[in-house]
């Protein structure tokens, strides 16, 4: 069974390892030959900065992990970059559609120019934050009753002209709440539920809800103290409890995977390590949900959903 993935951070890794290869780098757990033995369809490449990057910096290092994707993902036989969601179906068998994301604003500081280069290199998801505070908003990590302030109205209102879908992962509570009315398109790209493993990073009951009410979905992510609450390890198991719950709150086909690989080593789920690992999560859904059901998990959900707007 083919699998969409919406987040892995291997542009980090491609831009900063010496002698980098993105073909078999046993490093970088989303590699091509990885995303080939696990039947990865379509790979959602975040660019993400971290915060320990010197201010003046960050806007450079989003420009090199621009490069690296064109350098060594799209080198690759097969690799497709998805600029427009349409090209998600044409992909022949062999090829991998590749689709870049940004984690959060904090690059672009307060200039919204800085922002348009970015998508004009083909970004199709923007998330607001990552887990601390920039011009945009507060991330999960800071007070969870500080909401969206003014420049990121601006940001948001161009999100929408552009048609970019906007990601609620990292976002903290207030700021969810008052981007929904205001986003044309929403998703989580990779958390899981709060209910069962408490943690700002995972959704409430009531915000998966509200997004998929809003014509969003969640997509369930792979780090183990999302999965089950301070564990540096966990079982597919714990993984499979989430998604079944989160199927019995909105429907299976508002569900799907966003794996983080290569944004949470030395941490890993247990057999679910890298990218050639999928076919495990997918025989352990098997056992539990109809076929149809692990497709929707796996890929067709998500190619329901970007079809509504393609
Ligand atoms: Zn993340």
Redesign the pocket.
Known sequence: MKVIDL?CDALTKLARFENANFRNDSRIYSNYERLKGGNVKVQVFAIFIHPSIPKEQKFKEVLRQIQAFHKFVLSEPGMVHIKDWNQIDELEDGQIGAVLSL?GCDAIDDDIEKLKVILDAGVKIVGLTWNYENKVGYGASEDSTKGIKPFGKKVIELLNERDIIIDV??LNERGFYDLIPLAKKVIAS?CNSRTLCDHPRNLTDEQVKMLVEKGGRIHVVFYPPLIEKEKETTTIEKLVEHIKYLSHLVGAENVGFGS?FD?MDPLSVHHLSNASEFPNIIDRLRKEFTKEEVKLFSEAGFVNYVKQFA
């Open positions: 987040h984690e992962a990292h990779h983080d944004g």
